[in-house]
């Protein structure tokens, strides 16, 4: 299970900085940079560590529930990963970004963004899980 962990940690952050870390969505973050509840996060090492360590945890805790929910999700090999995935996206992404819509001044268009790499990150680290946690 670490070795699932660890690589789908990877996983999710390499995907993660791709998506995020790219012209198209660049010019929309820096768009909505002064729009009431954006904050800047520090770029910095220690910025760096606190995303992979919570990332690190939310793996830990899925690759749990996968091993619990591995025999009742439909599909085998990927197809697996993408049942868990849509068990990430329903049960973590769908709620959170229904509070951050109702109850935050965060701009729209970063909501969208980070909810399409979310959901691509669940789908990500659900066929990790499904390809070596068999």
């Known amino acids: 299970m670490i070795i699932a962990v660890l690589t789908a940690t990877f996983a999710w952050f390499v995907t993660a900085a791709i998506l995020f ?8 973050y820096s768009l909505t940079a002064g729009a009431p509840g954006v904050r800047a996060l520090p770029k910095s090492p220690q910025t760096v560590v606190k995303i992979l360590a919570a990332i690190l945890v939310q793996c830990i805790l899925w690759a ?27 049960f973590k992404m769908i709620p959170r970004e229904i509070d ?8 729209l ?26």
Not at 21 to 28: A, K, L
Not at 67 to 81: H, N, V
Not at 100 to 107: A, K, Q
Not at 109 to 134: M, N, P
Request: glycine fraction near 10%; proline fraction near 4%; charged fraction near 10%.
């Open 109 to 134: 268009q970063r909501l969208q963004i980070e909810f399409w790499i979310g959901a691509v990150c669940c789908f990500v680290v659900g066929i990790v899980f499904a390809l070596i946690l068999i």
């Open 100 to 107: 951050r819509l109702l109850l935050s001044t965060y701009p």
């Open 64 to 90: 749990l529930l996968y091993d619990i929910l591995k025999s009742a999700l439909p599909g085998t090999g990927w197809l697996k990963g993408l049942s868990f995935g849509g068990v990430l996206l329903t």
């Open 21 to 28: 870390f790219n012209p198209w969505t660049d010019r929309i």
